[in-house]
């Protein structure tokens, strides 16, 4: 099993066989997880450097987990803002990382295609952990995973993204990786979340919650930052909450077997009300754990294709 | 010195000589234009058979970056570039630092440019600093020189400061140069549309565009004062400029190599060559583009050369600055893109490139005449050839047409009694 790229930049183009060999893949490193030694000598001796120039809490964790439990040598390096405010560039910065003879690159930024220029700057493999509002492909994996653990299947699944989507880069990748498997993809939310075009990627744009609850097997819902949208975006996150948030009420009137994600962190009763985030329909701490196991799979299937 | 340019192809677009003909050029001025001149003892002879000759191009549009980043280009290196690409007089923009508005800055320029091949007119801020707060000396900087007033970069930022540059231009018939874009609007890294959603990179509209043509067309049509539309790029834009102009009102567009080249799908690669101001745009806004050069809608095309030094530009795509050189390769992409795909006539081409900018600044019109001082573009249509930036005049390289393939490039030009031929300067 071996992937088609040495970088896991997005899930734009990746191929079905590389998205079904990476959950493949991930469902061997699950069962690691289980085990009272939670650790495979496959990585020893690779070095790799999380490179967080956005802050993150969940995602970072996951994939410093991932690499210990694959005993490959980790380092950090988090900056918050951007490489040119004061001294170095980015680019020196990178150059500076790779000349003492690291292998992958796990890369956060707030700047879209960082990875991709990532790829032109350095050797290592280089996995996108988030670049702007493009795309977070490891996150769109373990949403696949995870849906694939409760339905069995993801192809002609219905599943909708809820939020905002014109921020998101859950969303995008996403989109990407369901398309791919060949599941029935729609996005709801406030016309104002919606970005311009977004249906001739093939995904149906709602604007009503309870007719996405109803129509569809999987409701993944974003979280809406708050700091960005009340206010421009959207009138109030309580207008929010009203029209779009996903109830247990709602649930029950329209829709008893859907299954909720949410990539969190959560804002309890904005997307989701505490008796749906605590509640029956969700999985958001198995994405979770299934997150590390995506991110084994990933960074093995990269850092031993040479 | 007596020079002579043999059977070479004339194009006036304002005069009648036409067809091919023999050029004697004596200390710097045109003396004799005939079928053949050829037992005339001379001091050299070129022979531009199959090449054309025409008024000298001007570019309109040009950064230099002198004063404050001598380091991407000074006004001396600019105008190597602009010899190098065919053009014998350029306008510059005034977003230096200091900005164009003050007589001192206008000086400097103008010594800086002193002697050479090559006229810099400079550009002069319509507000101070360009902040769009308070008016710019302008009958100071006029007097100083200025061509024309822009606070290029930006609009200028509000209807009563534009309104009062407008009826102040006007005493000295010089027009305001737009760079139309909305603040409120403005901000994105790429054009609006599904390419800018799928890159996730955050996007500007090209309603951001069209509103700011369509205010400066309406405060042109109540002030009577005059506007040039710079690097006219949406499809909106160009439909307003030519409602405008059937209105008889005082409007002017220029339009971009790049913006009737290039399309969004080029950002995609995530090369900051490809980030500009305003944005690379969609395809039907290229046509559109094509549409209103074609019918006159397009005055004029000019590079928006725009220096960067590489550091800058070799960064996270969000946080690199926009704006790509062009002084040269803008003759070999009007004639590649423009001329060879049938889309206009080399006499169009010659009037958008040496004679509409001239006139919009109010500059004279070279002619090509017995008599008059020369300033020549010497250009080969069909030569083929590839772009190699590490050849460029200019000190900076962001150049997103890197070895590309281009028919038709600049063999010579003529201007202030000195020539540039083959990578050279001579006086003659």
């Known amino acids: 099993m071996s992937l088609s790229s040495k970088h896991l930049l997005g899930l734009y183009g990746v191929p079905k066989e590389d998205i079904q060999t990476i959950l493949d893949t991930a469902t061997t490193f699950r069962e690691v997880l289980e085990r009272p030694i939670k650790k495979v000598p496959t990585l020893q001796g690779k070095t790799v450097v999380n490179l967080f120039y956005e802050s993150s809490t969940r995602t970072r964790i996951s994939f410093e987990l991932a690499q210990k439990r694959l005993s490959a040598d980790t380092v950090n390096f988090s900056k918050a803002g951007s490489s040119t405010s004061k001294g170095e560039t980015f680019k020196d910065t990178v150059k500076n990382i790779e000349a003492m003879k690291i292998d992958m690159i796990v890369v956060r930024h707030s700047s879209a295609g960082v990875p991709h220029y990532l790829t032109k700057i350095t050797n290592a493999n280089i996995i996108n952990a988030g670049d702007g509002r493009h795309e977070h492909p490891t996150q769109a994996l373990l949403d696949m995973y995870s849906i694939r653990e409760k339905m069995g299947k993801l192809e002609g699944l219905k599943i909708c993204i809820v939020g905002d989507i014109a921020h998101s880069r859950v969303a995008l990748s996403n989109i990407f990786g369901l398309k791919t498997m060949g599941a029935e993809v729609s996005v709801c939310g406030p016309a104002t979340m919606i970005p311009k075009g977004i249906e001739k990627l093939g995904v149906n744009v709602l604007h009503d919650i309870d007719k996405a609850i109803a129509g569809h097997d999987v409701l993944n819902v974003l979280r809406i930052q708050l700091e960005r949208a009340a206010g421009s975006s959207i009138p109030s996150l309580r207008e929010y909450h009203n029209f779009f948030g996903i109830t247990a009420e709602r649930i029950e009137n329209n829709n008893k077997d859907i299954l909720i994600l949410h990539p969190g962190p959560i804002n309890r009763g904005v997307e989701l009300s505490s008796d749906v985030a605590d509640g029956p329909y969700q999985v958001i701490l198995d994405q979770v754990t299934n997150g590390v196991a995506i991110r084994m799979a990933v960074l093995y299937l990269l850092g031993t294709m040479n | ?428």
């Open chain 2, 1 to 428: 010195m007596k020079i002579l340019l043999k059977n070479v192809n004339v194009i006036d677009p304002s005069g009648n000589i036409e067809g091919t003909k023999d050029i004697l050029i004596e200390d710097g001025t045109i003396s004799e234009i005939e079928n053949s001149l050829g037992s005339i003892p001379v001091d050299e002879t070129f022979n531009f058979s199959g090449k054309y000759v025409s008024p000298g191009f001007y570019d309109m549009h040009v950064h230099l970056r002198e004063p404050g980043r001598e380091d991407e280009e000074t006004v001396v290196t600019g105008s190597n570039a602009a010899a190098a690409g065919g053009f014998t007089g350029i306008a510059c923009m005034p977003n230096t630092d200091p900005a164009i508005d003050s007589a001192e800055v206008i000086n400097l320029i103008n010594q800086k440019a002193a002697g050479h091949l090559v006229d810099v007119n400079p550009i002069g801020a319509v507000t101070l600093g360009r902040k769009g707060e308070t008016l710019a000396p302008m009958a100071e900087l006029v007097e100083a020189g200025a061509v024309a007033f822009s606070d290029d970069g930006v609009a200028v930022k509000t209807a009563a400061i534009l309104r009062n540059a407008l009826e102040y231009s006007q005493m000295y018939n010089k027009p305001v140069i737009e760079h139309c874009e909305d603040e409120s609007l403005a901000g994105g890294s790429m054009n609006e549309g599904i390419t800018s959603t799928m890159l996730g990179l955050p996007p500007v509209p090209s309603v951001a565009e069209d509103l700011t043509v369509m205010r400066d067309i309406l405060m042109v049509e109540y002030t009577g004062g005059r506007v040039h539309i710079a690097h006219i790029s949406t499809k909106n834009a160009v439909e307003l400029v030519r409602q405008a102009k059937k209105k008889g009102l005082n409007i002017t567009a220029e339009v971009t190599p790049h913006h009737f080249t290039l399309t969004e799908e080029q950002l995609k690669s995530f090369d900051t060559n490809f980030k500009m101001n305003p944005p690379l745009r969609s395809q039907s806004d290229v046509k559109a583009i094509i549409e209103g050069l074609k019918d006159g809608t397009i005055d004029c095309i000019a590079s928006d050369h725009a220096p960067h030094s590489p550091e800058e530009k070799d960064m996270e795509f969000t946080l690199a600055p926009n704006g790509i050189i062009g002084l040269e390769t803008q003759l070999g992409l009007a004639l590649t893109e423009l001329v060879h795909k049938g889309h206009i006539s080399l006499k169009q081409m010659v009037e958008k490139f040496a004679v509409n900018p001239r006139k919009i600044l109010n500059l004279p019109v070279p002619r090509i005449k017995k008599g008059e001082k020369a300033n020549l573009t010497i250009f080969d249509p069909d030569e083929v050839w590839t772009v190699d930036i590490s050849k460029f005049k200019s000190k900076s390289k962001n150049s997103p047409f890197d070895k590309r393939l281009l028919t038709g490039k600049s063999v010579a030009v003529i201007n202030n009694y000195k020539m540039f031929y083959k990578d050279e300067f001579f006086e003659i």
